[in-house]
């Protein structure tokens, strides 16, 4: 999958983006958004989180039976496990490295990868619960 967001150097728009999906999923918790701004790697790990463990549980159910697994693990496994769902399952390569996540700033790469996180969570869960209910009402 290539990213939605191709266009860097309008960073934001791009957190305005950030904010209309996280608000689809439906992400109740406080954003600090200047963090995000600044690329402060702390900003965007509950975004992740929550996309990857909370925003669905078919998603969730999804990845756990394919071998992936989030809870227990620090921030570096963590992200380590999120880079690997991303190319194993979804075919998406990251702009980023795993360091350049950690590092403070590519603010607006990490925004882009967030962005396409959560399209990439939303469209999957739309084709598990679609799929659920075909297989539902045949039973």
């Known amino acids: 999958m290539k990213s939605a967001i191709v266009k860097t150097g309008d960073i934001k728009n791009n957190i305005r983006i950030l904010q209309s ?8 918790d406080r ?3 200047a963090s995000i701004a600044k690329g402060i790697p702390t900003a ?3 975004l992740l989180h929550f996309l990857l463990t909370e925003y669905s549980v078919e998603l969730s159910k999804y ?14 496994r963590f992200i380590e496990e999120t880079f690997k769902v991303l190319r ?13 996540f950690f590092t403070v ?4 790469r990490k925004v882009i990868l967030t962005c396409d996180l959560a399209r990439i969570c939303i469209d999957k ?6 799929y659920l209910g075909i297989v539902c009402a045949i039973n």
Request: aromatic share 18%; no cysteine; net charge neutral.
């Open 44 to 46: 965007f790990l509950p």
């Open 125 to 130: 869960n739309k084709e598990l619960t679609r």
């Open 105 to 108: 700033g590519f603010s607006e």
């Open 63 to 76: 990845l756990l039976d394919n071998g992936f697994e989030f809870f227990s693990k620090n921030d570096l």
């Open 21 to 28: 999906l996280v608000q689809r999923a439906g992400f109740k």
């Open 88 to 100: 194993k399952i979804f075919n998406y390569k990251p702009t980023i490295s795993i360091d350049q």
């Open 31 to 33: 954003i600090d958004y």
